[in-house]
């Protein structure tokens, strides 16, 4: 389990294939069943350059693989944070893209605060939802437009183009966290290609919690 490798902060998970990918604070680490005894005997690090201190709300998060096989996810914004460490790469607070094998990483997109549902639409563009905070003025819905900032957090990223606007400003409950694209082929209630957000209330207090639609 994440706890026998002395990970912290599960906040995502991913499959490809027979192996399992979860996001901690520290690392990604796959883990795959063998043995097919329905318990994961076998893990390792799949990814581990993110910077990480002590802080209880640093994740990795809204893991998903893309069509081009890689493994896209958010970090936590280090705006927080008032001992944060060092991140000479600027992936606190963004969206990166990492290799098939893990080895390689890429900067997307900057200014998210703290992104923990994305999803590819059926077209292939990923959308992911971020809470509410400095910079970020309500609940958004975001595409992910590659080389864009977001909003949050501008005084670490310096951003020199224009901020990119969510597409959807949520109204109604608060704090998105998982989100899935219903498959096109799946079409209950008319549904199919739609976007289904959940939420789980303000400060973790459950009586705001939801589920919304959204049709793009």
């Known amino acids: 389990s994440v706890a026998d490798n002395g990970l912290h902060n599960p906040g995502g998970f991913a499959y490809r294939g027979d192996t399992v990918f979860i996001g901690t604070r520290e ?3 796959a883990y795959i069943d063998i043995d097919k005894d329905g ?4 893990s390792w690090t799949f990814f581990k350059d993110i910077p990480q201190s002590e802080h209880p709300y640093e994740w990795i998060s809204g893991l998903c693989f893309g069509k081009d096989n890689y493994l896209y996810g958010a970090i936590t914004t ?7 460490s060092p991140d000479p790469r600027g992936y606190r607070g963004a969206i990166i893209r990492i290799s098939p094998d893990g080895k390689q990483a890429e900067r997307l997109a900057t200014g998210i605060r703290s992104v923990y549902g994305m999803s590819f639409h059926p077209d292939g563009t990923l959308y992911f939802a971020d809470n509410e905070g400095g910079g ?12 864009k900032f977001y909003g949050h957090n ?5 951003p020199t183009d ?8 949520f109204q109604m409950e608060l704090a998105p966290s998982g989100m899935e694209f219903n498959s096109t082929d799946n079409d209950f209630g008319g549904t199919g290609g739609d976007l289904f957000v959940a939420f789980y209330g303000p400060a973790e207090r459950w009586k705001r919690g939801g589920i919304a639609r959204v049709r793009i």
């Open 162 to 169: 224009s901020t990119e606007k969510p597409v959807l400003s």
């Open 39 to 42: 318990k994961a005997d076998s």
């Open 27 to 29: 690392e990604i680490r």
């Open 136 to 147: 970020n003025p309500t609940e958004e819905l975001n595409r992910l437009v590659p080389g």
């Open 154 to 158: 501008a005084k670490k990223y310096k």
């Open 78 to 84: 280090d705006s927080w944070n008032a001992g944060a």
